[in-house]
T-cell receptor, first 111, second 113 residues
Framework: DAGITQSPRYKITETGRQVTLMCHQT?????MFWYRQDLGHGLRLIYY???????DKGEVPDGYVVSRSKTENFPLTLESATRSQTSVYFC??????????FGPGTRLTVL | AQSVTQLGSHVSVSEGALVLLRCNYS??????LFWYVQYPNQGLQLLLK??????LVKGINGFEAEFKKSETSFHLTKPSAHMSDAAEYFC???????????FGQGTRLTINP
């Protein structure tokens, strides 16, 4: 189906483990984004990508790694998960300089 | 740098009453402004946006917002609230030609029967 999907939708992991959150879009949008949503903070940008093989840091990049080898995929990796990374993670994509389209989110719990 | 302030983390109105959600922004250059809605356990959905042109912008589900440069505001309104409007609403700003959105903290709208 067309759109933007995220997997898994729910994930529980332990401190110190590596976790990868997947994001896939079928629109061939150039831009992709990762946000985290925490109570009282709204959404904060972690990383974004303007095209395949081009990524840049957002507001809160520490502890996260991204890659974009293909236009349609933009995985987010937590190399060594910490409790402070417990959050809801949203992926988004955009074709132009305005509207971003959001995925359904991944709820991550780090124990 | 851009920033967004949403006044009121929780707003409660009666069904049929006016909905007013406040958003003020800070930007040193002409902004693009957005309102997104998030229903429980879902992603964000665009309600409306202002880029250039007409300052009164109409969106989906009967919502509208007015860009007021002199007040640096972009308040969201709906004349008559419906139970289905209960959700969290986010105001966001970006600058022309840029991709990064800066979000406000969100306002949770509750509709009382």
């Amino acid at each position: 189906d067309a759109g933007i999907t995220q997997s898994p939708r729910y994930k529980i992991t332990e401190t110190g483990r590596q976790v990868t959150l997947m994001c896939h879009q079928t629109w061939s949008h150039s831009y992709m984004f990762w946000y985290r949503q925490d109570l009282g903070h709204g959404l904060r940008l972690i990383y974004y990508s303007a095209a395949a093989d081009i990524t840049d840091k957002g507001e809160v990049p520490d502890g996260y790694v991204v890659s974009r080898s293909k236009t349609e995929n933009f995985p987010l990796t937590l190399e060594s998960a910490t409790r402070s990374q417990t959050s809801v993670y949203f992926c988004a994509s955009s074709a132009s300089t305005d509207t971003q389209y959001f995925g359904p989110g991944t709820r991550l719990t780090v124990l | 740098a851009q920033s967004v302030t949403q006044l009121g983390s929780h707003v409660s109105v009666s069904e049929g009453a006016l909905v007013l959600l406040r958003c003020n922004y800070s930007s040193s250059v002409p902004p693009y402004l957005f309102w997104y809605v998030q229903y429980p356990n879902q992603g964000l959905q665009l309600l409306l946006k202002y880029t250039t042109g007409a300052t009164l912008v109409k969106g989906i589900n009967g919502f509208e917002a007015e860009f007021k440069k002199s007040e640096t505001s972009f308040h969201l309104t709906k004349p008559s609230a419906h139970m289905s409007d209960a959700a969290e609403y986010f105001c966001a700003v970006s600058v022309q030609g840029a991709q990064k959105l800066v979000f406000g903290q969100g306002t949770r709208l509750t509709i009382n029967p």
